[in-house]
């Protein structure tokens, strides 16, 4: 192996990962918002792995986590129980965002706007419908109330929820809903 002087390290090192190491300092770059297993919501930064208690009605953070557990997959189960015939929506986001989009590891990117974000995903408009169930990659600034960073694109992971033929006052869009699985940044050089 080839040593590496502490300088050279520092020049190989970006930036926000030495403000972290050097000055304890981080400017929070959160992931999409992940489900314990008591139910309550958090965020863990990207940068210095920080878990943030994360609040859907507010969509604001709330204190630090020191040791979030991870959702279990849990099997409902019928029981005796009567289910709520009810459900309310999750709050939505509303926003004109541009977005572009395409199918998982395809070629061709699309065009389109985003109208909201919730907690269980994003609804969209674009010139090409894809099929439900499909995997799909979404590249837009994702909302500061969210990721915890302004002026910050993402590059999403979902999954299409469903399809609607056409959008009303929109010649030609489809209107779309996608869950969103995990996002990354993406930082200009």
């Known amino acids: 192996m080839c040593p590496i002087s502490t300088g050279a390290l520092l020049v190989i090192m970006p930036q926000k990962l030495m403000d ?3 000055l304890g300092r981080c400017s929070h770059e959160f992931s999409w918002p992940r489900r314990s297993a008591n139910e309550e919501f958090y965020q863990v930064c990207m940068v210095c792995a920080t878990a943030y208690q994360y609040d859907w009605k507010t969509m604001r953070r709330g204190n630090r ?3 979030p557990v991870a959702e279990t997959p849990t099997v409902r ?3 005796g129980q009567i289910q709520p015939t009810w459900i309310p929506r999750a709050r939505r986001l509303r926003s004109k965002l541009p977005v572009r989009y395409r199918g998982k590891n395809l070629s061709t990117w699309y065009e389109g706007m985003i109208q ?3 907690q269980s995903g994003v609804l969209f408009h674009g010139p090409q419908q894809l099929p439900a169930n499909a995997l799909v990659e979404l590249i837009f600034e994702m ?3 969210i990721s915890g960073q302004k002026n910050s694109n ?3 992971q979902g999954r299409m929820i469903r399809t609607k033929d056409a959008v009303d006052n929109i010649e030609d869009a489809f209107g779309l809903v996608a869950s969103i ?8 050089d």
Do not use: A, T, W
Not at 181 to 188: C, E, N
């Open 20 to 22: 972290v190491l050097m």
């Open 65 to 67: 986590v020191d040791n």
């Open 77 to 79: 189960r019928r029981s």
């Open 116 to 118: 909201n974000i919730s």
């Open 143 to 145: 909302p500061e109330e």
């Open 154 to 156: 993402v590059l999403c």
């Open 181 to 188: 699985l995990d996002y990354k940044f993406l930082h200009q």
